[in-house]
T-cell receptor
Framework: DAKTTQPNSMESNEEEPVHLPCNHSTISGTDYIHWYRQLPSQGPEYVIHGLTSNVNNRMASLAIAEDRKSSTLILHRATLRDAAVYYCILGPGGSQGNLIFGKGTKLSVKP | GAGVSQSPSNKVTEKGKDVELRCDPISGHTALYWYRQRLGQGLEFLIYFQGNSAPDKSGLPSDRFSAERTGESVSTLTIQRTQQEDSAVYLC????????????FGDGTRLSIL
């Protein structure tokens, strides 16, 4: 299974942009890049996903390197409610749909 | 609309007892997943149902664990003869299709084995 590497923790100031990196050097051509986040005492929440092109939605932006070996989740203006563990996950193609969660990046947001 | 619902939200039981955890997926979602999350850890995949196909049970840690799903609706995860190492949050997720579609998670059942 293709693996991802993320920093254990990051800090940000409120209302500043946050760039959360993820390395996935063994990504296959059919792997999607998914980002989920988990707030304390809650189940994970979908944030964004992409295959090759950069993606934007109301929550965040996903920047994917041209060689697809790394990606960056961008929160444009961090709020205190964005404090969570952020997981970068590669979604396998074919019939198997389970996600392989690593330990993620714990993001702290300071007021 | 309604999200994924799990019950009970908390369960405390004695070692050796059987427990049954329930998951109500989002209506219309054909795929359903069970994960386990131990304290301070990431999620471990347990089992996956997709429509009427045979479930992928490759993540079940032992034969004490089993799960069923009726059609594309409710699923139950059963743990027999519980052990203390079974203490964890058990999370259920559902999605429209596999792989490229996002999974929607419930808030889990926190299981504590005394």
């Amino acid at each position: 299974d293709a693996k991802t590497t993320q920093p254990n923790s990051m800090e940000s100031n409120e209302e500043e942009p946050v760039h959360l990196p993820c390395n996935h050097s063994t990504i296959s051509g059919t792997d999607y890049i998914h980002w989920y986040r988990q707030l304390p005492s809650q189940g994970p929440e979908y944030v964004i996903h992409g295959l090759t092109s950069n993606v934007n939605n109301r929550m965040a932006s996903l920047a994917i390197a041209e060689d697809r070996k790394s990606s960056t989740l961008i929160l444009h203006r961090a709020t205190l409610r964005d404090a969570a563990v952020y997981y970068c996950i590669l979604g396998p193609g074919g019939s198997q749909g389970n996600l392989i969660f690593g330990k993620g990046t714990k993001l702290s947001v300071k007021p | 609309g309604a999200g994924v619902s799990q019950s009970p939200s908390n369960k405390v039981t004695e070692k050796g007892k059987d427990v049954e955890l329930r998951c109500d997926p989002i209506s219309g979602h054909t795929a359903l997943y069970w994960y386990r999350q131990r304290l301070g850890q990431g999620l471990e995949f347990l089992i996956y149902f997709q429509g009427n196909s045979a479930p992928d049970k490759s993540g079940l840690p032992s034969d004490r664990f089993s799960a069923e799903r009726t059609g594309e609706s409710v699923s139950t995860l059963t743990i027999q003869r519980t052990q203390q190492e079974d203490s964890a949050v058990y999370l259920c997720a559902s999605s429209l299709r596999t792989s490229s579609q996002p999974q929607h998670f419930g808030d889990g059942t926190r299981l504590s084995i005394l």
